[in-house]
């Protein structure tokens, strides 16, 4: 079914700004038309949820985190961005393989999933997925999702046993 892209993000923003309202202020930008596509909700609720989840996981307590939706030319650009830990050179090549976790993130709590099923939700999609991250300065994350048509075709994510 098609989603209405602005109202799930407001959601998604409000629910996650309930759970940290007491640490960080999420910022919701809105670019371009608002616009409706074809997209999986609850495979955008993975992709969304764990950025803005690592986002807030890997900052400050006073940081800023912002989630801005471009549409244009048929696609749909999310961007997820923070002003936190940064993820180390060494690392950025590995960080959407399962189970990996960078050395600075030792005392923080996580399993090193998230990505890797971020990863396999874009692809799906037909999307694309690139993050620009430098260490104790912040991450921002880009995701790009064509505005199909059609629905994506059914869709199985992989099992973990
Ligand atoms: P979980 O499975 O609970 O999400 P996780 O957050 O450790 O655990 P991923 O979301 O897959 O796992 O992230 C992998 C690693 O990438 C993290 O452990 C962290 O080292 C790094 N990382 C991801 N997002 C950020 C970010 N916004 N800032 C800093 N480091 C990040
Ligand atoms: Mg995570």
Redesign the pocket.
């Known amino acids: 079914a098609r989603l209405n892209l602005q109202k799930f993000c407001s959601q998604l923003v409000e629910e996650y700004q309930l759970m940290h309202s007491d640490r960080q202020e999420i910022q919701f930008i809105l670019r371009g038309k608002r616009t409706t596509a074809c997209v999986d909700k609850k495979l955008l609720q993975q992709i969304l949820g764990?950025?803005l989840?690592?986002?807030l996981?890997?900052?400050p307590d006073k940081g800023t985190v912002s989630i801005t939706m471009t549409c244009k030319n048929n696609r749909v650009i999310f961007q997820?961005c923070?002003q936190?830990?940064?993820?180390p050179l060494e690392?950025q090549p590995h960080?959407?393989e399962?189970f990996?976790?960078?050395?600075?993130?030792d005392v923080?709590?996580?399993?090193?999933?998230?990505?890797?099923?971020?990863k396999k939700a874009v692809d799906i999609h037909g999307g694309e997925i690139s993050?620009e991250?430098e260490v104790d300065v912040?991450?921002t994350?880009s995701v790009i999702l064509p505005m199909v048509q059609a629905e994506p075709s059914s869709v199985t994510l992989p099992e973990f046993k």
């Open positions: 764990n950025l989840s690592n986002a996981k890997y900052s997820v923070d936190g830990i940064g993820i690392d960080i959407f399962p990996h976790r960078a050395a600075n993130v923080i709590r996580g399993t090193g999933m998230g990505l890797a099923i971020v993050f991250s912040g991450t994350f």
